[in-house]
């Protein structure tokens, strides 16, 4: 595959963030590098382009950001691993629902390594163990480019998601790694784990 940078940019604001994604989508060409993002974001709810106002219930002081990813409403704050995938799918030959194959498949791997078994689910995108959901998906394509991404709750104020109906579902339990592990998890260290399983799956692509 063509170069892959990764980019470790810990907690970062949402809006310049996307605004950045957005340019550097816009602008880019045949020959530039793909970038994968990791970070977190302060905390701030994000309505996907198909989103339904009714499934915020009481976003109360957070901010509601409208986003031109798929799916419905998510929260993103400190502790959330998030990952913003720029690829370009044409180069990589790889198609969305490959993609979304491939970013969930990376997350079953990593909670493997911490000893979580994971599975994704048919009828609606993201990453759960059990009936709980840990991991949400939302992705834009444009001119072949992907861009949005994945975010995993690691360790993280999880009062939030009761504000919302998360991913447009009522009464769907979120849960996060430090939860299962019954202890305090080091973000930085799943995010170096994901890099590299990210990176290997990507390879293969």
Known sequence: MAELIVRHLGLVDYQ??????????????????????????PPVFTQGQA???????????????????????????????VAYLMLDLRRL???????VTLMEQSLVELLAGYGIEAAP????????????????????????CSFHGLALNVDMDM??????????????RMVQLSELLEQ????SEVARRLEKILRQRLTRA
């Open 159 to 172: 009062e939030p998601f009761s504000r919302i109906n998360p991913c447009g579902y009522s009464g769907l």
């Open 184 to 187: 305090p998890v080091d973000i």
């Open 93 to 99: 030959d790889l198609g969305v629902r490959e993609l």
């Open 16 to 41: 310049p963030t996307l605004e950045a994604m957005r340019q550097l989508t816009a602008e880019r060409n045949a020959d530039t590098p793909d970038q994968i993002w990791l970070l977190q974001h």
């Open 51 to 81: 989103g339904k106002a009714e499934h915020v219930l009481a976003a109360g002081d957070i901010p509601v950001i409208q986003v031109e990813r798929g799916g419905q409403v998510t929260y993103h704050g400190p502790g959330q691993l």
């Open 121 to 144: 689910r048919a009828d609606a995108p993201g990453v759960y163990v059990g009936a709980a959901k840990i991991a949400s998906l939302g992705l834009r394509v444009r001119r072949g």
